[in-house]
């Protein structure tokens, strides 16, 4: 036990940068959960226990609570062990938070709203560097008018609800600024996988989404952003979402569409549509696209304005036809350009025959049409 107070008191030095790389627990922090067979404890830096009992949810946010009020920078608590909360339930945290989850959170029954196991507003430096959810959450994360985030490495295998939700949506004169997310892991959540609202400033390593109801990510009115890998399989089956979608306004920096939003790879296979660029967005370039099967458009630019597919290569193949479409409400599209492209056993179409300066070039095309305006 003296080990563990050792660590607990010796905190965590302030304005450290967060050890990406480090297992989860390891490092010094300012506050600990554990389990012993049914009863949770939580401890504070001095290694006084906060919460006895059975209700993990409440033994977490006791264990948050007893971080120092008022602190300017963060401290950290970690968890250790599996825990049970309810769908109608939250885990709150407040500003200069890091909260590592070494263990799973199995969220049950059902709820409505902005419930998720890991909830933050108006707050501004929120780490989470691990996090594993089971179950039949709303959210499992939930990010709401905040800034300085970095999320971690981040499982969820999913009965229900939308993976990771970061947004603006309570106040929307201000941005949500500087999110860093490592890796998220998304398995058959009833909405996305990851979606962005009001966002400026995303860093994004790999989002994976198996057989998830809507999209991989979905990114809307979000600037300044750069995305590594967008892996999704089974995405939106039956739908219109994509792998990869991007709507209302994102990338849209004041009246403009300057090269901002940057996505590495975006691999698709089977689900609903494999890129899709919707209602005024733009201001896109993604380098490689791996595409085949899709039950819906493998890529469909609709009322979006220049965009890049493909920066360097891509292959398109089987599913539904690679579309430059226009909606009446919104200005046509611009400034599409395809390009670096193989594409077999699907069509490649410009309709209606509105918008300006798109362009093909260098395609191959196999067992192929292209009706272009």
């Not at 970690?78 to 989850?101: D, Y």
């Not at 995303?202 to 994976?208: F, M, N, P, Q």
Request: hydrophobic share 35%.
């Amino acid at each position: 036990m003296g080990a563990v107070l050792a660590v607990l008191a010796g905190g965590l030095a302030l304005g450290s940068p967060p050890a990406s790389a480090a297992a989860c627990g390891d490092g010094t922090f300012q506050a600990q959960v554990t389990v012993s067979g049914s009863t949770w404890t939580a401890r504070n830096s001095a290694g006084a226990a906060v919460y006895t009992g059975t209700d993990f949810r409440a033994a977490v946010q006791a264990g948050i609570g007893s971080l120092t009020a008022g602190r300017t920078s963060i401290q950290r608590i970690v968890v250790r062990g599996n825990g049970s909360m309810s769908a109608g339930s939250r885990i709150s945290l407040p500003s200069h938070t890091s909260l590592s989850v070494c263990g799973t959170i199995n969220v049950t029954g059902s709820g409505s709203g902005d419930y998720a196991p890991v909830y933050s507003r108006g707050t501004t430096n929120i780490e989470v560097p691990y996090l594993n959810v089971t179950g039949t959450p709303v959210y499992g994360i939930f990010l709401r008018n905040v800034t300085n985030v970095w999320l971690g490495q981040i499982d969820m295998r999913l009965g229900a609800g939308l993976g990771v939700r970061i947004d603006n949506r309570g106040d929307t004169s201000q941005w949500t600024r500087n999110v860093r997310v490592d890796n998220v892991y998304v398995q058959g959540a009833g909405s996305h996988a990851m979606e962005t609202y009001g966002v400026d400033g995303l860093t994004v390593g790999t989002v994976t989404a198996r057989s998830v109801g809507e999209s991989g990510l979905l990114l809307n009115q979000t600037i300044n952003a750069t995305i590594g890998t967008v892996d999704a399989d089974n995405a939106g089956a039956g739908t219109g979402y994509a792998a990869f979608r991007m709507a209302n306004r994102n990338g849209r920096i004041g009246s403009s569409y300057p090269n901002n939003i940057r996505v590495g790879t975006v691999k698709a296979r089977g689900g609903g549509r494999g890129v899709f660029c919707v209602s005024e967005s733009g201001g896109a370039t993604i380098d490689r696209v791996d595409i085949a099967n899709t039950g819906n458009n493998s890529v469909l630019v609709e009322n979006c304005y220049n965009v890049v597919i493909a920066g360097v290569s891509g292959t398109i193949s089987g599913g539904g036809e690679v579309r430059i479409a226009a909606r009446t409400e919104f200005p046509p599209s611009s400034g599409i350009r395809f390009q670096n492209l193989t594409v077999s056993n699907t069509g490649i179409r410009w309709s209606p025959c509105t918008g300006s300066n798109n362009t093909i070039s260098n395609v191959t095309r196999v067992n192929s049409t292209l009706t272009w305006c």
